[in-house]
């Protein structure tokens, strides 16, 4: 197989690096105890500087984790700084449940200004592994990244010694390699966050990598990583984290999505793929299942073992593939829908957890509703391209070690090259190679050329898919129709699809009723529209929809005008930020027939007694510091979020229909009233602000004019 | 050939019977059982893990007959002491936590972890106990979810469907 001749090897050869700077923190007195650490690090890359915060001077009030972040970043980062600049901060925050044991704290969250969305706005993105955990034992619930090093660095963080080293060995290097030379540097215990060569060269789907391929990948905070000359974090602690109720821990480990407690054996498949993406694998492939996270009780991370490697054609690599990976290989339909994927009952639940570990509980048969839970609606055929394991293989790998963002490269640069090319929209274009998706030597040729930023095209593409596309022309190279489009809900349906998959702020559709996992009902995609509207990003990795099947029922066939849709939206709202903040997990929250769940984990850490209410507030509270960003940085209005979400819902979904935007609009006010925002602006009154203990930010509303 | 003879010790599996899932719930289970903790320093038993090969390693004290740990420490008879069954066991309120049975230990990486302190009554080794006052048994064994490690003196399970459906994954 034909190799671009410009990727870079994986390396091994290291030399000690220069050490730039080294300070001793002084931790503070945590007067927590349980569950937090009790110390903030602040650093910054600029003088090499490092100073601590109290975690007690924010919560219990913020939480932690994003929530935590959230106040952190509105109270410190004013508008008008962009995600590339110095004045960027990235603040990552654990919460208390991380390194505790209770299963699914090990999740971690960076925010910051994100070099992916558009325009460029405050965001978030989660993270696994046990980076967060390790930070934890270092004596820190968090850190906030300030400034630029002024020549490549990476930090080491070994308990109350903060040391910066120059990355000039590192620099370039790949991935895993860049993780493997951390490790033969400063031991084998460290953990460490790193980007890739395509953080460094400011693409802007960058991702930040740990342990087991977890990534940071929304949000394109490598990029940010990059800009700010910092190749990697490494950490080594040897403190400790107490959680307060350690009975109720061991209880939590059996009881939070009933894990199986069973061998995991090794398995040798022969096909990979569903349905219309199937493929025979000759001499098969073998799937393990392994945990993200530290002190996970599941194993929802399927591990693709001895696969091909994009680097050489003797060597094997183990990669992980969550739910986007799987098309890789094969893109021929789009992803299929059950309802009880989104729409549950108390006898029949599908966590994602189970359905990504291959362990679904057995279906409940007495449930009357069980044929409607289990109504398959099969994917649209969209014939992106065929089915072929060993490109698959290659571009999953490429992404891993380049450091990119898998979802964007599977879902939205490559579909798109797809449909363009099929609509004739790239003839006047000479890339200096065929486009075409179905060649591996192209996918690798394409991969590289953006990941490096080579010449004309790889500056472009570099910038993701909705700059590339406006700076092209918008209307022509975004908007123009694919005709590739075949409704399988109605057999023989050709359905419009615009040939740029882009939802709002520069983000790729995610369960939207089309384009990618497009084949799930109005109500469902209604919701998922409404959440997508008032963030900054794909919100559905951290809020795919939940609610009971009644609920649908009720909703019947005028989701616009229910208010119960939009009372699920906002539960499934609150929840994706105590997911953040807690922290848990998207795969295991939320448990609807145990709202208690998130409480009962936060005081199982702290010791803190929490209701099921006051969380919620603290979660509202968390949107709102979101929304106060959102408005006075980004200037965010009713206008100006509608106008950007509705015209990404004008394609039919897999019926052939939609919504008018009136009856959108409709919609919009239930939740703003629901939400005690005003339905002509988008701003929440006063009367909401303070309600959430938020006066001051009612206070600087009011002196920008934003408070109705 | 390895001379050597091990008293009864945890095990990893094969992972076609099952798959280490690197989630450090054997790890955790290990320190807050014994010390209410969860830290690097306090685990007796360690996943070996692989970072981007994402096929991670347990290793646990093996029980060795001959204890060279046991042999290196300055306060035995009192720090460490010998069981009935010849396995060794700490004592933490009489180790002065001087590492030496950690550096003796025969295994890389050592299978005895050290919690290092300025406050001398903080300092101690941490080596695996077996649980054995546990009625439940090991707590690593009880709490890793996917069922692959186990007692030395249980023969390896056989994987097969049936035994990993059973509700208690054929343990
Ligand atoms: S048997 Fe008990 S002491 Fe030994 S490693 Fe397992 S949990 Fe720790
Ligand atoms: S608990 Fe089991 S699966 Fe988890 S790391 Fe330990 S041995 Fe591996």
Same mark, same amino acid.
């Given at each position: 197989?034909?190799?671009?001749?410009?990727?870079?090897?994986?390396?091994?050869?290291?030399?000690? !690096?220069?050490?730039?700077?080294?300070?001793?923190?002084?931790?503070?007195?945590?007067?927590?105890?349980?569950?937090?650490?009790?110390t903030?690090? %602040?650093?910054?890359?600029?003088?090499?500087?490092?100073?601590?915060?109290?975690?007690?001077?924010?919560?219990?009030?913020?939480?932690?984790?994003?929530?935590?972040?959230?106040?952190?970043?509105?109270?410190?980062?004013g508008?008008?700084?962009?995600?590339?600049?110095?004045?960027?901060?990235?603040?990552?925050?654990?919460?208390?449940?991380?390194?505790?044991?209770?299963?699914?704290?090990?999740?971690?969250?960076?925010?910051?200004?994100?070099?992916?969305?558009?325009?460029e706005?405050?965001?978030?993105?989660?993270?696994?592994?046990?980076?967060?955990?390790?930070?934890?034992?270092?004596?820190y619930?968090?850190?906030?990244?300030?400034?630029?090093?002024?020549?490549?660095?990476?930090?080491?963080?070994?308990?109350?010694?903060?040391?910066?080293?120059?990355?000039?060995?590192?620099?370039?290097?790949?991935?895993h390699?860049?993780?493997?030379?951390?490790?033969?540097?400063?031991?084998?215990?460290?953990?460490?966050?790193?980007?890739?060569?395509?953080?460094?060269?400011?693409?802007?789907?960058?991702?930040?990598?740990?342990?087991?391929?977890?990534?940071?990948?929304?949000?394109?905070?490598?990029?940010?990583?990059?800009?700010?000359n910092?190749?990697?974090?490494?950490?080594?602690?040897?403190?400790?984290?107490?959680?307060?109720?350690i009975?109720?821990?061991?209880e939590?480990?059996?009881?939070?999505?009933?894990?199986?407690m069973?061998?995991?054996?090794?398995?040798?498949?022969?096909v990979? $793929?569903?349905?219309?993406?199937?493929?025979?694998?000759?001499?098969?492939?073998y799937?393990?299942?392994?945990?993200?996270?530290?002190?996970?009780?599941?194993?929802c991370? %399927?591990?693709?073992?001895?696969?091909p490697s994009?680097?050489?054609?003797?060597?094997?690599?183990?990669?992980?593939?969550?739910?986007?990976g799987?098309?890789?290989?094969?893109?021929?339909?789009?992803?299929?829908?059950? !309802?009880?994927?989104?729409?549950?009952t108390?006898?029949?639940?599908?966590?994602?957890?189970?359905?990504?570990? $291959?362990?679904?509980?057995?279906?409940?048969?007495?449930?009357?509703?069980?044929?409607?839970?289990?109504?398959?609606?099969p994917?649209?055929?969209?014939?992106?391209?065929?089915?072929?394991?060993?490109?698959?293989?290659?571009?999953?790998?490429?992404?891993?070690?380049?450091?990119?963002?898998?979802?964007?490269?599977?879902?939205?640069?490559?579909? &798109?090259?797809s449909?363009?090319?099929?609509?004739?929209?790239?003839?006047?274009?000479?890339?200096?190679?065929?486009?075409?998706?179905?060649?591996?030597?192209?996918?690798r040729?394409?991969?590289?050329?953006?990941?490096?930023?080579?010449?004309k095209?790889?500056?472009?593409?570099?910038?993701?898919?909705?700059?590339?596309?406006?700076?092209?022309?918008?209307?022509?190279?975004?908007?123009?129709i694919?005709?590739?489009?075949?409704?399988?809900?109605? !057999?023989?349906?050709?359905?419009?699809?615009?040939?740029?998959?882009?939802?709002?702020?520069?983000?790729?559709y995610? &369960?939207?009723?089309?384009?990618?996992?497009?084949?799930?009902?109005?109500?469902?995609?209604?919701?998922?529209?409404?959440?997508?509207?008032t963030?900054? %990003?794909?919100?559905?990795?951290?809020?795919?929809?939940?609610?009971?099947?009644?609920?649908?029922?009720?909703?019947?066939?005028?989701?616009?005008?229910?208010?119960?849709? #939009?009372?699920?939206?906002?539960?499934?709202?609150?929840?994706?930020?105590?997911?953040?903040?807690?922290?848990?997990?998207?795969?295991?929250?939320?448990d609807?027939?145990?709202?208690?769940?998130?409480?009962?984990?936060?005081?199982?850490?702290?010791?803190?007694?929490?209701?099921?209410?006051?969380?919620e507030?603290?979660?509202?509270?968390?949107k709102?510091?979101?929304?106060?960003?959102?408005?006075?940085?980004?200037a965010?209005?009713?206008?100006?979020?509608?106008?950007?979400?509705?015209?990404?819902i004008?394609?039919?979904?897999?019926?052939?229909e939609?919504?008018?935007? #009136?009856?959108?609009?409709?919609?919009?006010?239930?939740?703003?009233e629901?939400?005690? &925002?005003?339905?002509?602006?988008? &701003?929440?009154?006063?009367?909401?602000?303070? %309600?959430?203990?938020?006066?001051?930010?009612?206070?600087?509303?009011?002196?920008?004019?934003?408070?109705? | 050939?390895?001379?050597?003879?091990?008293?009864?010790?945890?095990?990893?599996?094969?992972?076609?019977?099952s798959?280490?899932?690197?989630?450090?719930?054997?790890?955790?289970?290990?320190?807050?059982?014994h010390?209410?903790?969860?830290?690097?320093?306090?685990?007796?038993? =360690?996943?070996?893990?692989?970072?981007?090969?994402?096929?991670?390693?347990?290793?646990?004290?093996?029980?060795?007959?001959?204890?060279?740990?046991?042999?290196?420490?300055?306060?035995?008879?009192?720090?460490?002491?010998?069981?009935?069954?010849?396995?060794?066991?700490?004592?933490?309120? =009489?180790?002065?936590?001087?590492?030496?049975?950690?550096?003796?230990?025969?295994?890389?990486p050592?299978?005895?972890?050290?919690?290092?302190?300025k406050?001398?009554?903080?300092?101690?080794?941490?080596?695996?106990?077996?649980?054995?006052?546990r009625?439940?048994?090991?707590?690593?064994?009880?709490?890793?979810?996917?069922?692959c490690?186990?007692?030395?003196?249980?023969?390896?399970?056989?994987?097969?469907?049936?035994?990993?459906?059973a509700?208690?994954?054929?343990?």
């Open positions: 197989m034909e190799k671009p001749a410009t990727v870079t090897a994986p390396q091994t050869a290291t030399t000690a !690096p220069e050490i730039l700077a080294k300070v001793k923190v002084e931790r503070l007195e945590n007067s927590l105890r349980y569950g937090y650490v009790g903030i690090l %602040r650093i910054n890359l600029s003088d090499f500087s490092v100073s601590t915060v109290a975690t007690a001077s924010y919560v219990p009030k913020y939480i932690g984790g994003r929530a935590l972040a959230n106040r952190i970043f509105y109270d410190e980062v508008p008008e700084v962009g995600a590339l600049t110095p004045e960027n901060k990235i603040i990552f925050m654990t919460g208390p449940t991380t390194a505790t044991g209770i299963p699914t704290g090990g999740r971690s969250v960076f925010t910051g200004i994100a070099a992916n969305n558009y325009p706005q405050y965001a978030w993105s989660g993270i696994g592994g046990w980076f967060g955990a390790e930070v934890k034992f270092a004596g619930d968090g850190f906030i990244l300030e400034g630029a090093a002024p020549e490549p660095a990476y930090i080491f963080i070994d308990d109350d010694k903060v040391s910066f080293f120059s990355a000039a060995g590192l620099w370039g290097r790949l991935v390699d860049t993780q493997a030379t951390l490790e033969a540097m400063h031991g084998r215990e460290i953990k460490s966050i790193v980007i890739g060569p395509a953080g460094e060269n400011l693409m802007r789907n960058a991702s930040i990598t740990t342990s087991n391929d977890n990534v940071a990948a929304k949000s394109g905070f490598g990029a940010v990583f990059g800009a700010k910092l190749k990697a974090i490494s950490v080594r602690g040897s403190g400790v984290v107490v959680p307060a109720d009975k109720r821990l061991f939590l480990r059996l009881q939070m999505c009933s894990p199986a069973r061998p995991n054996p090794v398995v040798h498949e022969f990979h $793929g569903m349905d219309g993406n199937q493929i025979a694998v000759l001499g098969g492939w799937r393990g299942q392994v945990a993200c996270s530290h002190g996970c009780n599941q194993h991370c %399927r591990l693709m073992m001895d696969m994009a680097f050489s054609d003797s060597e094997t690599v183990n990669q992980v593939e969550k739910c986007v799987i098309f890789a290989y094969g893109f021929a339909e789009d992803c299929a829908w059950l !309802p009880i994927m989104s729409w549950e108390e006898q029949n639940t599908l966590p994602p957890c189970k359905m990504l570990s $291959g362990e679904p509980p057995a279906p409940d048969l007495s449930d009357p509703h069980l044929p409607a839970l289990f109504a398959k609606v994917g649209d055929i969209v014939n992106y391209w065929k089915p072929d394991f060993h490109k698959g293989s290659v571009m999953m790998h490429l992404c891993n070690e380049y450091g990119i963002d898998k979802w964007d490269v599977i879902v939205w640069y490559f579909t &798109w090259l449909m363009a090319k099929k609509e004739g929209l790239l003839e006047d274009m000479d890339f200096g190679m065929e486009v075409d998706v179905e060649n591996e030597v192209f996918v040729y394409f991969l590289d050329m953006i990941c490096y930023r080579r010449g095209w790889g500056q472009l593409f570099g910038e993701g898919m909705a700059r590339a596309t406006r700076e092209l022309g918008y209307e022509k190279y975004s908007r123009s694919y005709h590739g489009r075949y409704s399988q809900a109605v !057999p023989g349906l050709q359905l419009d699809l615009p040939v740029s998959l882009e939802t709002a702020w520069g983000m790729s995610h &369960w939207a009723g089309r384009g990618y996992e497009g084949s799930n009902n109005k109500p469902t995609w209604l919701a998922v529209t409404l959440m997508q509207m963030s900054t %990003r794909d919100t559905q990795t951290v809020a795919h929809f939940h609610g009971d099947y009644n609920d649908l029922l009720a909703i019947g066939d005028d989701p616009c005008h229910s208010r119960i849709l #939009v009372d699920d939206v906002i539960m499934n709202e609150n929840k994706a930020e105590l997911k953040d903040s807690v922290s848990t997990c998207e795969w295991q929250s939320p609807l027939y145990w709202t208690s769940m998130e409480a009962e984990m936060f005081t199982c850490a702290t010791g803190i007694e929490i209701t099921e209410e006051e969380l507030e603290a979660a509202v509270r968390s709102l510091l979101m929304r106060a960003i959102t408005m006075r940085n980004h965010r209005t009713r206008q100006l979020e509608v106008d950007s979400i509705y015209p990404s004008i394609y039919p979904d897999c019926h052939g939609t919504v008018t935007e #009136v009856e959108f609009n409709d919609l919009v006010d239930l939740y703003y629901a939400r005690g &925002w005003d339905q002509a602006t988008g &701003w929440p009154t006063r009367e909401t602000w303070e %309600r959430y203990g938020l006066a001051d930010v009612a206070h600087d509303m009011q002196e920008l004019g934003m408070l109705p | 050939m390895n001379a050597r003879s091990y008293g009864p010790h945890i095990v990893q599996y094969p992972k076609e019977y798959l280490c899932a690197g989630c450090t719930s054997c790890e955790i289970a290990c320190s807050l059982t010390d209410g903790v969860v830290g690097p320093r306090y685990n007796r038993i =360690f996943l070996v893990r692989g970072t981007s090969s994402m096929i991670h390693e347990v290793a646990a004290c093996m029980h060795c007959s001959d204890h060279p740990c046991y042999e290196a420490c300055p306060e035995q008879g009192q720090a460490m002491t010998l069981d009935a069954n010849n396995m060794v066991r700490i004592a933490e309120e =009489f180790c002065t936590g001087c590492g030496r049975c950690m550096k003796a230990c025969v295994f890389e050592a299978r005895i972890n050290l919690v290092k302190s406050v001398a009554s903080k300092r101690s080794a941490k080596k695996c106990d077996l649980c054995a006052w009625a439940e048994g090991p707590a690593c064994i009880q709490y890793c979810p996917v069922r490690i186990g007692l030395s003196s249980n023969p390896v399970p056989e994987y097969s469907p049936a035994v990993a459906q509700p208690d994954g054929g343990q």
